[in-house]
């Protein structure tokens, strides 16, 4: 199924061929630097189960990215609901993950805003939050150029202490 389209994108649910450029892209070290560690095929293959599993359910979520000119998977954007123990959880979260031959192309701006706007038009969601490691400093571009505002900065709960990628940035639209 296609959720929307952008101008260069189409959102849609993940299809078999997706798997290994899903995998490719969740092990891609550069990619995943601003996470915790990168995911074995077995984890990523989990993960693209359960985002079509809640695109099912919930009718979005973190939906397939494919860039129309190719007709190639590129990525992830959307939203999950993130539950870890924090003041501003549970919450809607939109995110983004894209592969790095497509990076620095407006992408995941395009990507998120198209989210949005599905969103706005097709769900009841009504608040919307982001966040990542203060240094991942493109996403925080991303949230920034999709007129969400910083409203604080939080230690993620799930990494250790010392950890370079705990202290986090809390965006809301």
């Given at each position: 199924?296609?959720?929307?389209?952008?101008?260069?994108?189409?959102?849609?649910?993940?299809?078999?061929?997706?798997?290994?450029?899903?995998?490719?892209?969740?092990?891609?070290?550069?990619?995943?630097?601003?996470?915790?560690?990168?995911?074995?095929?077995?984890?990523?293959?989990?993960?693209?189960?359960?985002?079509?599993?809640?695109?099912?359910?919930?009718?979005?979520?973190?939906?397939?990215?494919?860039?129309?000119?190719s007709?190639?998977?590129i990525?992830?954007?959307?939203?999950?609901?993130?539950?870890?123990?924090?003041?501003?959880?549970?919450?809607?979260?939109?995110?983004?993950?894209?592969?790095?031959?497509?990076w620095?192309?407006?992408?995941?701006t395009?990507?998120?805003?198209?989210?949005?706007?599905?969103?706005?038009?097709?769900?009841?969601?009504?608040?919307?939050?982001?966040?990542?490691?203060?240094?991942?400093?493109?996403?925080?571009?991303?949230?920034k150029?999709?007129?969400?505002?910083?409203?604080?900065?939080?230690?993620?709960?799930?990494?250790?202490?010392?950890?370079?990628?705990?202290?986090?940035?809390?965006?809301?639209?």
């Amino acid at each position: 199924m296609i959720y929307f389209e952008t101008k260069r994108l189409i959102a849609r649910d993940y299809l078999q061929y997706d798997y290994i450029p899903f995998a490719e892209l969740n092990a891609d070290l550069d990619v995943m630097k601003h996470f915790p560690n990168a995911l074995t095929t077995k984890e990523s293959n989990a993960l693209l189960d359960r985002n079509q599993q809640e695109l099912a359910l919930l009718g979005y979520g973190l939906f397939a990215i494919e860039e129309k000119s190719s007709g190639d998977f590129i990525g992830f954007t959307g939203f999950h609901e993130t539950n870890f123990e924090a003041d501003f959880t549970p919450c809607l979260e939109i995110g983004w993950r894209l592969k790095k031959s497509v990076w620095n192309q407006g992408y995941a701006t395009e990507a998120a805003l198209g989210c949005i706007d599905f969103a706005q038009t097709h769900t009841t969601i009504e608040e919307i939050y982001s966040f990542t490691a203060q240094l991942n400093q493109p996403s925080e571009q991303v949230m920034k150029k999709i007129n969400f505002f910083k409203i604080a900065y939080f230690d993620h709960p799930a990494l250790p202490a010392n950890h370079p990628l705990k202290p986090h940035v809390l965006y809301k639209l």
